[in-house]
């Protein structure tokens, strides 16, 4: 059973920095995508950031410049360091990632059960 495991969300005063982990866990045999979305209320699930096993980043263009995605291969980790957070950046964040697990033949979406990250103003 594979799962996502989140941690780091909070509350924070605007301008502040938060950093979000996750932790992939299970009998995995390739991670070829691990990144952030979050949700507002009333609104769709968005991409934050992604980083591919190659080493690629994918920013949404309100992040860019303000969050970084880091990534550990080996430990099966990703990271999410947010700075200059905006009231904006309130929402549910989930981790996802893209894997094949032990016993399948193709890659399949993984989600974690989110963290709440509320921005103060």
């Known amino acids: 059973q594979v799962q996502l495991v989140e941690s780091g969300g909070g509350l924070v005063q605007a301008g502040g920095s938060l950093r979000l982990s996750c932790a992939a866990s299970?009998?995995?045999?390739?991670?070829?995508?691990m990144g952030w979305y979050r949700q507002a209320p009333g609104n769709q699930r968005e991409l934050v950031a992604l980083?591919?096993?190659?080493?690629?980043?994918n920013y949404a263009d309100s992040v860019k410049g303000r969050f970084t995605i880091f990534r550990d291969n080996a430990q099966k980790t990703v990271d999410l360091q947010m700075n200059s957070l905006k009231p904006e950046d309130s929402a549910v964040y989930y981790c996802?990632?893209?894997?094949?697990?032990?016993?399948?033949?193709?890659?399949?979406?993984?989600w974690g059960q989110g963290t709440q990250v509320t921005v103060s103003s």
């Open positions: 996802y990632a893209h894997l094949r697990g032990a016993g399948t033949t193709f890659a399949s979406n993984y």
């Open positions: 299970g009998r995995i045999v390739s991670i070829y995508i």
């Open positions: 980083h591919t096993s190659g080493g690629s980043t």
